[in-house]
Nanobody, 121 residues
Framework: QVQLAESGGGLVQPGGSLRLSCAAS????????MGWYRQAPGEQRELVAA???????NYADSVKGRFTISRDNAKKTVYLQMNSLKPEDTAVYYC???????????????WGQGTQVTVSS
């Protein structure tokens, strides 16, 4: 019904940059908040950044000033620009979207499959 396809993960050295993308597809009527979460081994999934259709962007304290979330509504895509990466940013990053879709219309919370980001020298 709704799919979220992530791309852009990989291996990067400390101090480097990566850009993640997440494109939504399916019988979508509207998308509300889009965001990124991450989960490191042995840890709970945590919010990295969220961007509502209207309103303030929300960032985790640990990424403020280094990560930037943006979206292209026409392409139904959300991005996460990650700069000054640190080893502690290593995790699987998941895209999340609050979507109204389907026939009949229903609001749902959708997740991507995750993309690995590894920060290591």
């Amino acid at each position: 019904q709704v799919q979220l396809a992530e791309s852009g993960g990989g291996l990067v050295q400390p101090g480097g940059s990566l850009r993640l993308s997440c494109a939504a597809s399916g019988r979508i009527f509207s998308i509300n908040t889009m965001g990124w979460y991450r989960q490191a081994p042995g840890e709970q999934r945590e919010l990295v950044a969220a961007l509502p259709t209207a309103g303030s962007t929300n960032y985790a304290d640990s990424v403020k000033g280094r990560f930037t979330i943006s979206r292209d509504n026409a392409k139904k895509t959300v991005y996460l620009q990650m700069n000054s990466l640190k080893p502690e940013d290593t995790a699987v990053y998941y895209c999340n979207a609050d979507v109204v879709a389907g026939v009949p219309l229903r609001r749902g919370d959708y997740w991507g499959q995750g993309t690995q980001v590894t920060v290591s020298s």
